[in-house]
């Protein structure tokens, strides 16, 4: 789809390269830059049990793929000059400098414009590009409310155990670019398009900041349970030791699932007759459900959700998410540096003529 675009990535850690793998799995030429001295830092990001000497971590290869990759200092004059030369001829720039490194290098918006109308920068920063704050994903989700919500009453505020901000920052960053790709058909003209990753956290608060901005709730840790439906995120072990979870989102699931369980008559009890009662009172509700769950297998259970569409889950781990031919569909493998790597696909979408 893109074979003739030309990307070049100076961006590192995880937002940035997958925004450039992204392209890279649709056909674009990517080229990944690095300092020889200081290369991308998830390159050291291991596990115990990878090997300590290479120059590849499963970190790394998590957001770079297909990708050529080419070392350069961009304090050294001649490897300056080599990069404005790929640029002059690029469609897409990505990077997350720091405040201020732009201008040290010369790398300036219109610096670039100038020996190239009609590229496309790309920037992702942390707290916007007039802070000069050091960003992890861990302290975007510390400050944008998403550890205060995660978590149970006894946990204490939890991060999620992926990089989720860094995630969500580069769909914007791509939604972006995608946008000023459209409007470049028609004025032949480049953009500059920044994400910082703060905006992309505020931005995904959904129906979370409505909740709080129209009614003033601020959500409470309450584990996997939603704060406006019932039963939903609710853990229940079955009698063969698996756990599972329902996300009852109307009357019509919860006559289903109380009619499978035995329980028809909890839908005329005025505790759980409607979801605004089954949210007040979840605590008892989930312990009469969970006394039936456990005389059932979980194999039986999900068959019958599933056979009357019921929105049920097993709780999987990723040895057994793995094991499911259509998460293989989306495993990447290919050799960086000798090293055979493996991620998951920056696209799940399917586009059909």
């Known amino acids: 789809m893109f074979e003739d675009l030309k990307v070049i990535d100076c961006s590192t850690v995880l937002a940035g390269p997958s925004v450039g ?58 490897d300056l000059n080599q990069l404005v030369d790929l640029i002059k001829t690029a469609d897409i720039f990505l990077s997350n400098f720091k405040k201020g490194d732009a201008e040290k290098f010369g790398l300036t918006d219109s610096f670039l414009l100038s020996i190239n ?38 946990s204490g505020p939890v991060k999620m155990p992926v990089a989720l901000i860094d ?10 670019i995608l946008t000023a790709l459209l409007k470049r058909t028609k004025t032949n003209q480049g953009s500059v398009v920044s994400v910082s990753l703060y905006a992309a956290a505020i931005s995904s608060l959904a129906n979370q900041a409505s909740n709080y901005l129209m009614e003033g709730y601020t959500p409470q840790r309450i584990g996997s349970l939603h704060p406006n439906i019932a039963p939903y995120g609710e853990i229940f072990r079955t009698n063969d030791g698996r756990l599972i979870t329902f996300a009852i989102g109307s009357n019509k699931h919860f006559q289903i699932l109380c009619d499978f369980l035995g329980l028809s ?15 007040k009172n979840r605590t008892e509700l989930q312990e009469i459900i969970q006394e039936i769950i456990s005389r059932w297998n979980a194999d039986d259970i999900m068959e019958f959700m599933h ?32 090293i055979q790597t493996k991620r998951v696909s920056q696209i799940a979408f399917q586009l059909k003529s």
């Open 167 to 176: 995630v969500l920052a580069a769909h914007q960053l791509k939604e972006g």
């Open 265 to 279: 008559k909890l839908t005329s009890d005025e505790r759980f007759s409607g979801n605004v009662e089954r949210v």
């Open 21 to 78: 793998t992204f392209f890279a799995e649709l056909g674009a030429s990517v080229t990944k830059i690095e300092n020889p001295a200081i290369p991308d830092v998830t390159r050291t990001w291991k596990l115990a049990s990878e090997d300590k000497n290479t120059s590849v971590s499963a970190y790394f290869s998590s957001v770079n793929y297909h990708k050529h990759y080419l070392k350069l200092d961009f304090k050294n004059k001649t």
């Open 117 to 154: 109308s009609r590229l496309i920068i790309g920037k992702i920063s942390g707290f916007g590009e007039e802070s000069d704050r050091v960003a992890y994903d861990l302290i975007l989700q510390a400050e944008t409310g998403f550890m205060s919500m995660n978590g149970t009453s006894d």
């Open 307 to 338: 056979e009357h569409f019921v929105p049920a889950g097993l709780i999987r781990d990723l040895e057994e998410v793995f094991k499911n031919p259509e998460s293989r569909k989306l495993i990447r493998t290919e050799p960086i540096e000798n």
